[in-house]
């Protein structure tokens, strides 16, 4: 079993930064699919963006490419969502994933998810 624990969310003006982070307990993340997601008010859970450790590649969705990373620290089994110019509509609760096969919207570990709200 994995367990997921996001932190890192709060308020934010328009334009500014944020980093999410997801630190996971249990067993080793070997080769793991980790990624984010996020659920807007009155919206469907999206992915937002999704590293394959095992390639060291990243997808990113449409909306966040170039102002959105995920950066991850092994040693710490830690990923984090660096989030930059924030806009209104990245106003979501964000939740970390991981599965140990691949990116896709039924990843088999979840967090709680963290609210974060982009609002001057």
């Known amino acids: 079993q994995v367990q997921l624990v996001e932190s890192g969310g709060g308020l934010v003006q328009p334009g500014g930064s944020l980093r999410l982070s997801c630190t996971a307990s249990?067993?080793?993340?070997?080769?793991?699919?980790l990624a984010w997601f996020r659920q807007a008010p009155g919206k469907e859970r999206e992915s937002v963006a999704c590293?394959?450790?095992?390639?060291?590649?990243?997808t990113y969705a449409a909306s966040v490419k170039g102002r959105f990373t995920i950066p991850y620290d092994a040693a710490t089994k830690t990923w984090y969502l660096q989030m930059r110019n924030l806009k209104a509509e990245d106003t979501a609760v964000y939740y970390c994933?991981?599965?140990?096969?691949?990116?896709?919207?039924?990843?088999?570990?979840w967090g709680k998810g963290i609210l974060v709200t982009v609002s001057s």
């Open positions: 590293l394959r450790t095992s390639e060291n590649s990243t």
């Open positions: 994933a991981a599965d140990p096969w691949t990116c896709s919207d039924e990843m088999r570990y």
């Open positions: 249990g067993r080793r993340l070997n080769n793991y699919a």
